[in-house]
């Protein structure tokens, strides 16, 4: 996306003049210079690993220059409250990007070891588990096998965790025959464990394996205007039946998140969630807040689970997001639990109260919009003035029962909830084109009045 100005610059520009104190720096991949001051565009940082390894205080700023390309995992530092250290971009462009992957575009990244299998060369760049291989910027994505004998179809690729290499199945060289090529790596992209006070606006984070943001223990982090796609599918761990176990979501706040926002952001080709809080052992998330986000192609657009009687979860607000497709991106075809939702909750011990979802668009799931599992919900949940769209099947699965259409009034309004919600078709200006606008005549426009998600107007 081409834009005139990145919107971070203007922000975080203002808040340095207000502190007074805070300090603005540059990053600029062509032509900075790490051994230079960073202070203005002209004497730019140029690396990644300078960003992580510089000093930053409370209202410090790091600008990344639009247009441009990082590879590897942020790591942010902690600002205060009311002074964040915020990371976003600068200049003319599209949103710069931090990429979590390897790039295998030339000819010479790939040696034929037998009839239509080819392979990367062993080493450290592959240090870690390949979730995903990216062709095309996006056009298709290669099917992770757990063998090397399993390599059947044009695609498949087997990681070699000793060797650190992958194997690939192409007829010819992988890399003439497509333009582009991403090795996704299992590792955050932003890495922000135990780190508070931190905005992230106005970036592209893209071919990730683990999450895009991660991290546990957090507090005060803001993610705005940010794009996340194509994140997940590296090899969590693997069960004691020997089945393996895949991750990754878009931004997950892990065991322990208070006073978060993520709003304004888009987000698709999730392997797992969007959007999500959880976690397991006594903690606490609270005060997090999910709004104005627009969401398509992921296994789930929000998932929520604490799994501890000691943990407390309250005040978890959903609100006005557009939310289509749940189960249709490239995970749902290669995952062994397909599960295509737009709201999951699954088991929840924790104490749990305020958590509200309204003012939102929910279109069209291979499973069910809704699911509901392991507890009743009835005193912990508030929804309403939501529109839900399921062209076939199931609205919501509520434990073990399926909600359609023709129940959904009755069953709803009973139990308290959507009181004022419609099932209907949103009518987005145009779904191909992954344009989640709502037209004219829309019946969601009636819900949500003026107070309209990000991307549903004109």
């Known amino acids: 996306m081409q834009r005139l100005l990145c919107v971070a610059c203007l922000g975080v520009m203002g808040l340095a003049t207000a502190a007074g104190a805070a300090q603005t720096y540059y990053v600029d991949a062509v032509a900075g210079s790490d051994a230079a001051d960073g202070a203005t565009p002209g004497t730019a940082w ?17 600008l990344f220059r639009c247009g441009q390309i990082w590879r590897g995992s942020l790591k942010p530092q902690s600002g205060a409250a009311g002074t964040p250290v915020t990371y976003g971009g600068y200049g003319e462009g599209a949103k710069p990007a931090l ?6 575009n030339s000819p010479a990244d790939w040696t034929c070891v037998g009839d239509d299998i080819w392979a990367t060369a062993g080493g450290g760049a592959l240090s870690v588990d390949v979730g995903n291989i990216i062709f095309d910027e996006g056009a298709d994505t290669g099917v992770k096998k757990w063998s090397p004998a399993d390599l059947k179809q044009a695609g498949d690729y087997f990681y070699d965790a000793q060797a650190r290499k992958v194997t690939l199945r192409s ?14 790596l299992k590792r955050h992209i932003i890495d922000q464990s135990n780190r508070s006070y931190v905005t992230y606006e106005g970036l592209a984070l893209r071919y990730g394996a683990a999450h895009g943001v991660g991290g546990s223990s957090v507090r005060g982090i803001v993610v705005r205007d940010c794009d996340l796609s194509f994140i997940g599918g590296g090899h969590q761990m693997t069960r004691s039946d020997g089945a393996p ?22 987000l698709w080709e999730i392997y797992d969630a969007a959007l999500t809080n959880q976690g397991d052992g006594t903690n606490v998330q609270e005060h997090i807040v999910y709004r ?8 789930y657009s929000f998932e929520y689970w604490n799994r501890n009687v000691t943990s407390r979860t309250s005040d978890i607000l959903f609100e006005h997001n557009t939310c289509v497709d749940a189960g249709f991106g ?5 995952r062994p639990d397909r599960n295509g939702r737009h709201l999951m909750f699954y088991d929840n011990s924790a104490a749990t109260s305020g958590v509200v979802v309204r003012y939102n668009i ?38 073990q029962t399926a909600v359609g259409p023709a129940e959904f009034e009755q069953f709803s309004r009973q139990r308290g909830f959507d009181s004022h919600s419609i099932v209907a078709d949103p009518r987005f200006v145009d779904t191909k084109a992954r344009d989640y606008r709502l037209t004219a005549d829309s019946p969601a426009r009636k819900l949500l009045d003026d107070d309209l998600p990000a991307g549903a107007l004109p």
Request: aromatic share 10%; with cysteine.
């Open 46 to 62: 140029q690396s990644l690993e300078k960003v992580n390894t510089a000093k930053l205080g409370p209202g410090d700023s790091v």
């Open 99 to 104: 990429l979590g992957s390897v790039a295998a």
């Open 171 to 184: 007829e010819g060289n992988p890399a003439e025959g497509h333009r582009s090529i991403e090795l996704a």
């Open 245 to 266: 176990v895949r991750y990754g979501n878009g931004v997950e706040f892990w065991s322990g998140a208070r006073d978060c926002v993520v709003e304004d952001c888009r």
């Open 292 to 299: 104005r986000n627009v969401i398509w192609n992921c296994e």
């Open 330 to 334: 490239w995970g749902h075809r290669q």
């Open 362 to 399: 929910f279109s069209h799931a291979t499973d069910s919009l809704l699911r509901l599992h392991g507890r009743d919900w009835t005193s912990s949940l508030t929804m309403d003035y939501n529109c839900w769209h399921q062209p076939a099947g199931a609205i919501w699965l509520w434990g």
